[in-house]
Every structure is written in C-alpha cells, then in structure tokens.
T-cell receptor, first 114, second 114 residues
Framework: DAKTTQPPSMDCAEGRAANLPCNHS???????VYWYRQIHSQGPQYIIH???NNETNEMASLIITEDRKSSTLILPHATLRDTAVYYC???????????????FGKGTHLIIQP | DSGVTQTPKHLITATGQRVTLRCSPR?????VYWYQQSLDQGLQFLIQ???????AKGNILERFSAQQFPDLHSELNLSSLELGDSALYFC?????????????FGPGTRLTVL
C-alpha cells in the first residue's frame, strides 16, 4: 500500500512548468513527503522533501497544502531530460533518527514534449 | 552520480544458483537499504542495515539474505534462484541527520535468471 495517489501519466511542453500532484489524505503528523524520480531503469533520484512548509531547491519546488493532505511538485522549466517516472512517498522518521525503507507506488510517468 | 556504487552491473545465471550483489554506500553513510524492482511488483523495499546491524525488513524472501560489513559495504545474497527473481536490484544509503536521512540510490544490478 503506497498510501499516496498520483495520476498515472502527464504531458508537459518543454520549457513550461510541470506540476505533478500527489494526494496523501491520511498522512500522519510525523510523516514527511518525499519525491523521487526514475529515468528509464536508472536508480531512483532524490528530488526534494518536506514536512509542513513549502520547499525549494535547485531541482524543484514542493508545495504542501496547509492540511497536508496533498502536495504538488513543480519543475519550473521542464526539459526533455525530465522525462521520467515521479514518485511521491510518505516516510516516517524515527524519533531517534533514521527512517524505514521507502514504499514506492506506481508514480506518475511525466513526458516532456519538444 | 549519487556516490553509491553497485557491482556487478549485470548478472546472468541459471535457476537454482546463488549470487551475491555488492553495494558500497556514500562516504559517511551508515545505513544501507536494498530494493528489488521487477516488472510486475514495481520497486519494493527488501531490507535495511544500520552500522552493521539489521534494522528493518520489508518484502524479503527467506532465500535472500544480506549483511553489512565493518567497512559499511553491504552484500545481498540470493539463493535457489527462480525465474521470478529476475529484476533490478538497487542499493541506497543514508546518514542519520544528514538531510533528514534522505536515501541516495546506486545504479543497480540487473539480474537475469535463465
């Protein structure tokens, strides 16, 4: 049970912002939202994560709703190399540090169109 | 390049055989995670080691075992191999407190059982 819901596929034009939604309506207070992507059969690549606040890094922005029931990953200027399967994952952190293994769902296959 | 290395990249073997996959974590990372990705099951967490000790188990078969050595590298042993064990096997590593235990994945080992 991946415990998150994502659309199976999305298209986006090259150069435009790609907005990938994720529903995690049953998320607990100590669960983080993580985003990974997998390009073809390469190892999953970490993108970004957050708990309550919106986050931004060099790859993407993560917008989490105030009730934490959903989030959106934003790739501001999509390129062809961003074509990949994007996974939204809930992850519980241990109180003393550390975390469990990731539970991957089916993710969203994002296709960037030239 | 995530800094996690896995060997070999490809492995072809026969049913009933035993193989060992190797993973070297990023420098300073104490946790190692193993994942299996097959066409029908997707990405599944198998097992986690932290500083040489088993910390969490996922959907790991009894025919599979792992260990983490004092130098922190890890090996995943797969025995009595079946056709259904053909998959990509990924290793990930993380460090407690470093970016909230974010897991970084290696390039994977593709196992083909004939």
């Amino acid at each position: 049970d991946a415990k998150t819901t994502q659309p199976p596929s999305m298209d986006c034009a090259e150069g435009r912002a790609a907005n990938l939604p994720c529903n995690h309506s049953t998320i607990s207070g100590n669960e983080y939202v993580y985003w990974y992507r997998q390009i073809h059969s390469q190892g999953p690549q970490y993108i970004i994560h957050g708990l309550k606040n919106n986050e931004t890094n060099e790859m993407a922005s993560l917008i989490i709703t105030e009730d934490r029931k959903s989030s959106t990953l934003i790739l501001p200027h999509a390129t062809l190399r961003d074509t990949a399967v994007y996974y939204c994952i809930r992850l519980t952190m241990y109180s003393g540090g550390g975390a469990d293994g990731l539970t991957f769902g089916k993710g969203t296959h994002l296709i960037i169109q030239p | 390049d995530s800094g996690v290395t896995q060997t070999p990249k490809h492995l072809i073997t026969a049913t009933g055989q035993r193989v060992t996959l190797r993973c070297s974590p990023r420098s300073g990372d104490l946790s190692v995670y193993w994942y299996q990705q097959s066409l029908d099951q997707g990405l599944q967490f198998l097992i986690q080691y932290y500083n040489g000790e088993e910390r969490a188990k996922g959907n790991i078969l009894e025919r599979f075992s792992a260990q983490q050595f004092p130098d922190l590298h890890s090996e995943l042993n797969l025995s009595s191999l079946e056709l259904g064990d053909s998959a990509l096997y990924f290793c990930a590593s993380s460090a407690p407190g470093r970016q909230r235990d974010t897991q970084y994945f290696g390039p994977g080992t593709r196992l083909t059982v004939l």
